[in-house]
């Protein structure tokens, strides 16, 4: 699977746009994108994944690039309750069988800020 | 509700002793996981099963060991061979590739040798 890279930490004002950048350049044609967040001493929680076309949720969207080398997750109007870790990883998904397939980096600090 | 329950979430283990820790989940799906978390670092994977009765070691499985004799159920052993067992240990299972192929983690469990 292939690397991301992630800002160590980020802050955004209560109410804001969170923007969340990831850098995955080498990205291969069939690895899909996957957002996760974690609070402190808790599991991670699923977000949000896409391919190629740029995806909405409940949650969050997702903007994958053309080139899709990078993407941001945005969180439209963030509370003080999305203050966690977001990991940005990159996995095949259709069709895959092989289960060593998460590779959590360090991810990114979002603190919201009241 | 349908989820991934671990148990104990906090536990303390003296030196040579042997642990076991409890991951059961009612969501019907094949493959599950175990990933060690130590403060501030992401997920590393011990161990992995796709289906029951096998499993595959993952990337530091030295002083760990798994059973998968039931789908529901993966439990993990810390053995006193492992010398650093101190940490938050994550477990997760798979949906299949037809409903996403998403992971879900469990709320995690805290293990601390004195």
């Known amino acids: 699977d292939a690397k991301t890279t992630q800002p160590p930490s980020m802050d955004c004002a209560e109410g804001r746009a969170a923007n969340l950048p990831c850098n995955h350049s080498t990205i291969s044609g069939n690895e899909y994108v996957y957002w996760y967040r974690q609070i402190h001493s808790q599991g991670p929680q699923y977000i949000i994944h896409g391919l190629k076309n740029n995806e909405t949720n409940e949650m969050a969207s997702l903007i994958i690039t053309e080139d899709r080398k990078s993407s941001t997750l945005i969180l439209p109007h963030a509370t003080l309750r999305d203050t966690a870790v977001y990991y940005c990883i990159v996995r095949v998904e259709v069709g895959q069988t092989g289960a060593n397939n998460l590779f959590f980096g360090t991810g990114t600090r979002l603190t919201v800020i009241p | 509700d349908g989820g991934i329950t671990q148990s104990p979430k906090y536990l303390f283990r003296k030196e040579g002793q042997n642990v076991t820790l409890s991951c059961e989940q009612n969501?019907?799906?094949?493959?599950m996981y175990w990933y060690r978390q130590d403060p501030g670092q992401g997920l590393r994977l011990i161990y992995y099963s796709q289906i029951v009765n096998d499993f595959q070691k993952g990337d530091i499985a030295e002083g760990y060991s798994v059973s998968r004799e039931k789908k529901e159920s993966f439990p993990l052993t810390v053995t006193s061979a492992q010398k650093n067992p101190t940490a938050f240990y994550l477990c997760?299972?798979?949906?299949?590739?037809?409903?996403?192929?998403?992971?879900?983690f469990g709320e995690g469990s805290w293990l601390t040798v004195v």
């Open positions: 997760a299972s798979r949906a299949p590739w037809t409903s996403g192929n998403t992971i879900y």
């Open positions: 969501l019907n799906h094949d493959a």
